[in-house]
């Protein structure tokens, strides 16, 4: 059996952790009227993103204006293919004439959008949906656009024709459209691209607010925590059908008006997206470290690692925890896995903040993970080290590495089919 020569570890010569960014804007009322609870709603998708491995950034309030935006989305044109941008939009919006009055112009209002008592807009500061457009046909990487907004389900698309996104208006199917005014920018349609759109409502429905924060935020974010594996397309249908129970139960326990009429919908261009993974946008990505050579047999016997279950075979996308006890009280853990030649960096964690148990071992518990593809064989590597890993540029230092090791254990799994 051959072992491990940890002074072979390599990574590979491309950047291996693509970077995730995130814009969030929420407008809880216009000039003092028609409040949400945007607030409740931006807690929320926080929480999510910043556990994804998101960097965000939010506009709210008074920063919440069509400059501030402007400079936000020009700050993400410079990001590559292999990053992910996400906006998240949670608040009002209407429709204004458009240079043609036939083709009315969607917008998302702003804290910078004002308008007077004959529907007329009074400034500049309302972000149409053609800058919109505009400004993600300018941001080369993976896009992910979620609007929590009534009539939001064509708002990426830049649809010039009598759709609406989100009336201010109370009325259900109002028709109410604002005189532009004459500084508005007009901006070029374009098609959307790379893209995965999730809107709350179709274009002809309102979406829905409660006292426990917008109903289709609330369903996503559950939705996402509780079924990551599942794909984009399984994810619109599981939305579809819980947003009516979900607005019920909530207007049962507040005694609040809710119905849950509306339709949530999920866009993708290219439409393959679809079948991307939920998990493959919302939580957090390993690098994909390559290992020359590697470990088939424990040199010291102080580290062991199995199933929660003791199982060693797993049907395609079930879920494997992994219990990971080792002698060794401090270091630092991390965890690989070999699958034909292509090696993931599944985990890592400081054994301080492991569990300590019987005979006083430490106890590391590493979950998040999923039977994946290719089926057959996978190798499951645990290693410690005395200091964390240095690294620089994402690429680990041999160097370091080589003087660092403590121990090592291997487990071996079989990936099926269902």
Same mark, same amino acid.
């Given at each position: $059996?051959? !072992?491990?020569?940890?002074?072979?570890?390599?990574?590979?010569?491309?950047?291996?952790?693509?970077? %995730?960014?995130?814009? $969030?804007?929420?407008? #809880?009322?216009?000039?003092?009227? &028609?409040?949400?609870?945007? #607030?409740?709603?931006?807690?929320?998708?926080?929480?999510?993103? %910043?556990?994804?491995? *998101? +960097?965000? /950034?939010?506009?709210?309030?008074? %920063?919440?204006?069509?400059?501030?935006?402007?400079k936000k989305f020009k700050s993400f044109y410079g990001l590559k293919k292999s990053d992910t941008f996400l906006f998240y939009y949670t608040g009002h919006g209407a429709r204004m004439r458009g240079v043609s !009055? #036939?083709?009315?112009?969607? *917008? *998302?209002?702003?804290?910078?959008?004002?308008f007077d008592k004959n529907l007329t807009i009074v400034n500049s500061g309302a972000l149409t949906d053609k800058e919109y457009s505009m400004h993600l046909h300018n941001i080369n990487a993976q896009k992910v656009s979620i609007i929590?907004?009534?009539?939001?389900?064509?708002? @990426?698309?830049?649809?010039? !024709?009598? %759709? *609406?996104?989100?009336?201010?208006?109370? /009325?259900?199917?109002?028709?109410?459209? &604002?005189?532009?005014a004459n500084n508005i920018e007009n901006f070029k349609s374009f098609k959307p691209n790379n893209l995965i759109n999730?809107?709350?409502?179709k274009d002809d429905q309102q979406a829905e607010i409660s006292p426990k924060g917008s109903i289709f935020t609330l369903v996503l974010i559950d939705l996402i925590k509780k079924n990551p594996n599942i794909t984009f397309k399984t994810l619109e249908k599981k939305i579809i059908g819980l947003i009516k129970p979900t607005a019920l139960h909530i207007a049962k326990q507040t005694g609040k008006n809710l119905k849950g009429e509306f339709t949530p919908e999920i866009y993708t261009a290219p439409a393959s997206l679809k079948n991307l993974r939920v998990k493959d946008i919302f939580v957090k990505q390993r690098s994909k470290p390559y290992l020359s050579r590697v470990p088939r047999e424990n040199s010291k016997h102080k580290l062991s690692i +199995?199933?929660?279950?003791?199982?060693?075979?797993?049907p395609l996308n079930?879920?494997? +925890?992994? @219990?990971?006890?080792?002698?060794?009280?401090?270091?630092?853990?991390?965890? &690989?896995?070999?699958?034909?030649?292509?090696?993931?960096?599944?985990? /890592? /964690?400081?054994?301080?903040?492991?569990?300590?148990?019987?005979?006083?071992?430490?106890?590391?518990?590493?979950? #998040?993970?999923?039977?994946?593809k290719p089926f057959g064989k996978s190798v499951i590597y645990a290693l410690i080290t005395k200091q964390p890993l240095k690294i620089e540029g994402k690429h680990i230092i041999k160097e370091h590495l080589k003087i660092n090791k403590i121990d090592w254990a291997l487990l071996e799994l079989n990936v099926r089919k269902n």
């Open positions: $059996m051959k !072992k491990l020569l940890l002074s072979l570890l390599i990574l590979s010569s491309t950047t291996l952790w693509a970077e %995730k960014y995130a814009l $969030m804007v929420g407008v #809880n009322n216009v000039k003092g009227k &028609f409040p949400l609870n945007v #607030n409740i709603d931006l807690e929320m998708m926080k929480t999510l993103l %910043k556990k994804a491995g *998101f +960097k965000i /950034q939010t506009l709210e309030g008074e %920063k919440a204006s069509l400059s501030e935006i402007r !009055k #036939n083709e009315p112009d969607n *917008f *998302f209002v702003l804290q910078s959008t004002d929590d907004a009534c009539h939001s389900a064509t708002i @990426y698309k830049s649809l010039s !024709k009598s %759709k *609406f996104v989100k009336s201010i208006l109370s /009325q259900k199917g109002s028709e109410t459209i &604002f005189d532009r999730l809107s709350a409502a +199995k199933t929660s279950d003791g199982k060693k075979s797993y079930k879920p494997i +925890k992994l @219990y990971i006890f080792s002698e060794v009280k401090e270091g630092y853990l991390y965890v &690989f896995e070999e699958k034909r030649d292509s090696f993931t960096f599944l985990d /890592q /964690q400081d054994l301080e903040d492991c569990e300590v148990v019987e005979k006083k071992r430490k106890l590391c518990r590493v979950d #998040n993970i999923w039977a994946s």
